[in-house]
């Protein structure tokens, strides 16, 4: 069986005592020195919470624009997300701290977890960081004119981006909207590869 007709790999439904315990947890990064792409989504969900796994609600459309766009050959599921490094990305969030929803999440959590995020991305030198949420973006940099797409101000040697937020309740963009910014990206990175490692 080839990399593009391995089917996704299901995850159980959390419950909802799970779901209510997992509120204020963290989800590990899935991080490496010198990814091509870093993912950063503004924070963790009940159910990545509940699961340990980034972008778990079923409805996020992260995964689905992943493969899409390109990035990777077939579409990945939150249980396969360590698949990731293999094709030179990663994820982590803005905020550590898992909510029901990112509108529980203060300014002051914002700027902080914006600046730990530069200390993160000064350390592991991805070549790009790509922020999922305009939002978030604008109040965690200080950046209030900003818009999706490539930002004039990097982080020292890393592009900083700003894609939309893939969660199901962002009613800007379909899926296949989303999957279009994230294809810009990933044309726009120096090799124009497809995303993952040749023999793959």
């Given at each position: 069986m080839?990399?593009?007709?391995?089917?996704?790999?299901?995850?159980?439904?959390?419950?909802?005592e799970e779901l209510?315990?997992a509120?204020?947890r963290t989800?590990p990064?899935?991080v490496?020195p010198?990814?091509r792409v870093l993912?950063?989504?503004?924070?963790?969900g009940?159910?990545?919470g509940?699961?340990?796994?980034h972008f778990a609600r079923?409805g996020n459309?992260?995964?689905?624009?992943?493969h899409?766009?390109g990035?990777?050959?077939?579409?990945l599921?939150?249980?396969?997300?360590?698949e990731?490094?293999?094709h030179?990305?990663?994820?982590t969030n803005v905020?550590?701290r898992?909510?029901?929803?990112?509108d529980?999440?203060t300014?002051?959590e914002?700027?902080?977890?914006?600046?730990a995020l530069?200390?993160?991305?000064?350390?592991?030198?991805p070549?790009?960081l790509?922020?999922?949420?305009?939002g978030?973006?604008?109040?965690?940099f200080?950046?209030?004119?900003?818009?999706v797409?490539?930002q004039?101000?990097?982080i020292?040697?890393?592009?900083?981006?700003?894609?939309?937020?893939?969660?199901?309740?962002?009613?800007?963009?379909?899926l296949?909207?989303?999957?279009?910014?994230?294809?810009?990206l990933?044309e726009a990175?120096?090799?124009?590869?497809?995303g993952h490692?040749?023999?793959?």
């Open positions: 080839n990399e593009q007709s391995k089917p996704t790999v299901r995850q159980p439904r959390p419950t909802a209510a315990a509120r204020d989800v990064d899935v490496a010198g990814l993912f950063c989504g503004i924070n963790p009940l159910w990545s509940a699961t340990g796994r079923p459309r992260f995964w689905p624009a992943l899409r766009s990035f990777t050959p077939r579409q599921g939150p249980a396969e997300q360590l990731l490094l293999d030179g990305l990663g994820i905020v550590a898992t909510t029901a929803k990112a529980e999440l300014a002051e914002y700027r902080s977890g914006g600046q530069v200390e993160r991305v000064t350390r592991l030198r070549e790009v790509a922020v999922l949420g305009i978030a973006y604008r109040t965690a200080g950046r209030r004119g900003a818009v797409g490539p004039p101000e990097g020292g040697d890393t592009e900083v981006w700003v894609l939309p937020n893939p969660s199901g309740l962002n009613a800007h963009y379909t296949d909207g989303i999957a279009e910014e994230f294809r810009r990933r990175l120096p090799d124009h590869r497809s490692r040749e023999g793959r």
